[in-house]
């Protein structure tokens, strides 16, 4: 018995009671009260579970990285990938460089870069010239800096979404043909700090 003489609920009971579905449910059963608990609870769960499975597939991943450099190094690569970049693994190490430093504009920064990757001042030059044209990387007051809008802080774990669609104006259409109707379009990459 709790306040007032009422029996107290289990918060699972009072989540179903209040409409909230809880794929838990079926990841841990052992985990829920046996008593007062009918099996027709399951059904919402069943059904919402069924919904996304029909209508998108869902794949987790799960990767471990020795150092921030490689965490950005590998994120600087889907990036590219997903933009079709086609970025080379030298200027993906180059932008992992710079997201890690916060700039490649110091003569210091340069000669570590240059150590590290066994690499020269005029190779940088170019790389950075070619990165600044298509707005990787960019001039910020004296400073060339990777964009704001893709740099990250890597000393944290990351958690990317990454949603894939299909055009379905030409579903069914052989990829032959579909592919010639399709602009050669970036996709958008949206990052959120939190």
């Known amino acids: 018995m709790c306040c007032g003489g009422q029996p107290q609920q289990h918060k699972f009971d009072r989540g179903i009671s209040d409409g909230v579905v809880s794929i838990y449910t079926l990841i841990n059963p052992k985990k829920f009260p046996k008593k007062n608990f009918n099996q027709t609870h399951y059904f919402p769960t069943f059904v919402i579970i069924n919904y996304i499975m029909e209508t998108m597939t869902i794949q987790k991943l799960a990767k471990t990285s020795s150092s921030k450099l490689e965490l950005a190094q590998r994120y600087y690569a889907l990036i590219s990938a997903l933009n079709s970049l086609y970025l080379t693994e030298r200027e993906l190490q180059l932008i992992a460089f710079s997201a890690v430093r916060g700039s490649i504009s110091y003569a210091t920064v340069r000669e570590e870069f240059c150590e590290l990757y066994n690499s020269s001042f005029p190779t940088i030059n170019n790389m950075v010239s070619k990165l600044k044209r298509s707005h990787?990387?960019?001039?910020?007051?004296?400073?060339?800096?990777?964009?704001?809008?893709?740099?990250?802080?890597?000393?944290?774990?990351?958690?990317?979404?990454?949603?894939?669609?299909?055009?379905d104006e030409h579903h069914g259409e052989t990829n032959e043909h579909a592919s010639e109707r399709v602009p050669d379009k970036k996709v958008k990459s949206t990052v959120e700090h939190s």
């Open 136 to 167: 990787i990387l960019i001039k910020q007051g004296k400073q060339i800096v990777v964009n704001p809008r893709i740099a990250l802080d890597f000393s944290k774990p990351l958690v990317l979404q990454i949603t894939l669609t299909v055009n």
